[in-house]
């Protein structure tokens, strides 16, 4: 049979800031990582089409949006998170654009002090940096975080009528 989802499972509405404060570190005895500061791992699934501008035109098809960059980086992993910031700075000098040529700005957070790092790092603009909330508020699809964000910002782009996004 089919299964009607009614509410959302990962908003907390009954938590407070006093409830927050006494929830334990989860990765050392006297860390600040907990709960409270870090993505839930939520169920998921996406899927994009990729096409070629040569595959649109012969299949008649309209591209919702255009992939103009993109980069593989790693980074030393005893800095857990702080990888989004040369992927996007690779990305953004292949294309010969900057930061402040975009509307919007997504960073899959897996933890507030990591969001944070990046944001600093990169100079982040609050008001164009995960603008309805990134995974922290809307939880973790493991698998599907990259095809979460692209869609987000795609959409986000179209009705803000912004151009570029990263």
């Not at 990765?27 to 089409?49: R, Y």
Request: net charge negative; with cysteine.
């Amino acid at each position: 049979g089919m299964d009607t989802l009614e509410v959302d499972e990962h908003p907390r509405p009954s938590a407070t800031i006093e409830s927050m404060a006494k929830l334990p570190s989860v990765f050392k005895k006297d860390g600040t990582v907990t709960a409270a500061n870090a993505s839930g791992i939520c169920d998921g699934a996406g899927a994009l089409v990729l096409a070629s501008e040569r595959a649109t035109t012969e299949h008649n098809l309209t591209p919702l949006a255009r992939i103009v960059s993109w980069q593989v980086t790693g980074c030393d992993p005893t800095i857990m998170g702080i990888g989004p910031v040369s992927a996007i700075r690779g990305a953004l000098s292949r294309a010969d654009l900057s930061l402040g040529d975009m509307d919007l700005v997504e960073i899959n957070e897996a933890f507030a002090a990591q969001y944070l790092a990046c944001a600093k790092e990169l100079d982040l603009d609050n008001d164009k940096s995960n603008t309805n909330g990134g995974a922290i508020a809307l939880g973790h699809p493991l698998a599907a975080s990259g095809s979460r964000i692209t869609t987000h910002l795609v959409h986000e782009l179209h009705r803000t009528g912004g151009r570029y996004a990263v």
